[in-house]
Nanobody
Framework: QVQLVESGGGLVQPGGSLRLSCAAS????????MAWYRQAPGKQRELVAT???????TYVESVKGRFTISRDNARNTVYLQMNSLNPEDTAVYYC???????????WGQGTQVTVSS
């Protein structure tokens, strides 16, 4: 059984930074492609960033240059470093994993990020 647990969300002022963490258990983490999604109230879920098993990354245009996704396979953890935050980044952020061997998807419970002065 796979569980993903996000942490690191909170309230931050515009221009500030946060680092989100997603810890995976019950899985061989190295075989998972990982991603961060976010969903703001009344808005559609949005793919924010992805990182492959090989470490290649993608970002939605609005966060390029500000967010960095990374992974530490030894710690079964994926991170999202968020810099230069603005109110438009306010959302619940979800960690997802895709098992490339079993072709299954898993979602974390989400962590709230609020950017406000």
């Amino acid at each position: 059984q796979v569980q993903l647990v996000e942490s690191g969300g909170g309230l931050v002022q515009p221009g500030g930074s946060l680092r989100l963490s997603c810890a995976a258990s019950g899985t061989i983490f190295s075989r998972y492609g990982m991603a961060w999604y976010r969903q703001a109230p009344g808005k559609q879920r949005e793919l924010v960033a992805t990182i492959s098993t090989g470490g290649s990354t993608t970002y939605v245009e609005s966060v390029k240059g500000r967010f960095t996704i990374s992974r530490d396979n030894a710690r079964n953890t994926v991170y999202l470093q968020m810099n230069s935050l603005n109110p438009e980044d306010t959302a619940v952020y979800y960690c997802t994993g895709h098992d490339l061997v079993l072709s299954r998807d898993y979602w974390g419970q989400g962590t709230q990020v609020t950017v406000s002065s």
